[in-house]
């Protein structure tokens, strides 16, 4: 009877240190796992960081060479459909912007011209591309000239900038609004300053005092406002980043052990 109270108690306590070894395999092959996934993690956001910042660069590029090619090029809207050849497209345009617009302008000042958008019950867009700068901001300046004409002429920006200055639209409306002199150039909206400052300083001026700095009194300053930057969708690291629940895998291992 001693003998067999002894050999369980031998058998009791060997299985105790078996499951105090298993208990440490666990923890060892947990913690290795852990590692070895926390380090191909790291290296995958360095290459997603890096991933990233090649497309970000790529895709400011991109805009430049966007922002150049439509440089030179005005939209006109309204425009009849009547041509019947390319020859009539560029002709229309050319004799709306001398007669129309009273601005000097031949055939040879323009590049090119074309029809853009499918073709429904209104006239299609023009877009107009012109060989020199200069004559699509003298064009441009004049553009109210066309008020009361059945004419409209805008800039041709991109999609990305078109979005940009529709979501700047009403915080443009509420600074001006609040007698700010803001004006949207490009997909910024910049705050006139100094010289050319806002309505309510101008309204406000007989009741200065006289020393007023000079920066204050001479020069055009400006401040610029950007539309919010949507954020990117997190990628990698956040859909990596360990939930509460997966925190302590050992301890849901020894669990069911």
């Known amino acids: 009877m001693e003998e067999l109270t002894k050999m369980m108690k031998e058998i009791q306590e060997e299985l105790v240190e078996q499951k105090v070894e298993f208990q440490q395999m666990e923890r ?16 995958m956001e360095i290459k997603y960081a890096e991933l990233e910042k090649t497309v970000t660069k790529q895709e400011e590029r991109l805009d430049m060479i966007e922002k150049q090619l439509r440089k030179k090029n005005l939209v006109f809207f309204g425009v009849e459909e009547t041509e019947k050849n390319y020859e009539d497209l560029e002709s229309n345009l050319v004799k709306i912007i001398n007669d129309k617009m009273k601005i000097s ?17 209104k006239p299609r867009p023009i877009v107009l591309t012109l060989t020199t700068t200069g004559k699509k901001i003298q064009i441009l300046k004049r553009k109210k000239s066309l008020d009361g004409s059945t004419y409209y002429l805008k800039e041709d920006f991109p999609a990305k900038i078109l979005n940009i200055r529709k979501e700047l639209q009403e915080e443009l409306k509420k ?28 309204q406000n001026n007989n009741k200065r005092n006289l020393s007023e700095s000079p920066i204050e009194k001479s020069g055009s300053f400006s401040k610029q406002i950007q539309a919010h930057k949507k954020n990117k969708t997190a990628g990698i690291p956040s859909f990596f980043q360990p939930k509460e629940s997966d925190r302590t895998p050992s301890n849901t291992l020894s669990n069911n052990a």
């Open 28 to 43: 060892n092959i947990t913690t290795n796992i852990n590692n070895n996934i926390n380090n191909k993690f790291e290296r």
């Open 105 to 121: 302008c031949s055939l040879s000042e323009v590049e090119s011209a074309r029809r853009i958008g499918k073709r429904g019950d």
């Open 175 to 202: 600074k001006r609004e609040e007698g700010t002199n803001a004006v949207l150039r490009y997909d910024k909206i910049i705050i006139l300053e100094g010289k050319n400052s806002t309505m309510a300083k101008r």
